[in-house]
Nanobody, 117 residues
Framework: VQLQASGGGLVQPGGSLRLSCATS????????MGWYRQAPGKQRELVAA???????NYPDSVGGRFTISRDNAKNTVYLQMNSLKPEDTAVYYC????????????WGQGTQVTVSS
């Protein structure tokens, strides 16, 4: 299984970024997908999830600012992040929530997002 996130960078507060996560090694279109982040000294947290059918869910901390989407033809999941705040600074990863909840699988390459003036 390969999970390769990209698109991170340094952005000012209020700015936007679009993350991509290219996947391989599993059947993408029958798996729910999620974006996670881990800030220094904090536990990794789920910030966006999308089901096989396209339903989405977000925690209150990012709701209305982040949008997750998926392209089954490209085996890729995206995260559009708007109105970024300094507290959004973290390494962002994608993964399969079902696998993560079971403590299985591994984490691929994340992408650093830094929100700072």
């Amino acid at each position: 299984v390969q999970l390769q996130a990209s698109g991170g960078g340094l952005v000012q507060p209020g700015g936007s970024l679009r993350l991509s996560c290219a996947t391989s090694g599993f059947i993408f279109n029958v798996n729910h997908m999620g974006w996670y982040r881990q800030a220094p000294g904090k536990q990794r947290e789920l910030v966006a999830a999308i089901t096989v059918g396209g339903m989405t869910n977000y925690p209150d901390s990012v709701g209305g600012r982040f949008t997750i989407s998926r392209d089954n033809a490209k085996n890729t999941v995206y995260l559009q992040m708007n109105s970024l705040k300094p507290e959004d600074t973290a390494v962002y990863y994608c993964n399969r929530p079902v696998v993560v909840a079971q403590g299985l699988g591994s984490w691929g390459q994340g992408t650093q997002v830094t929100v700072s003036s």
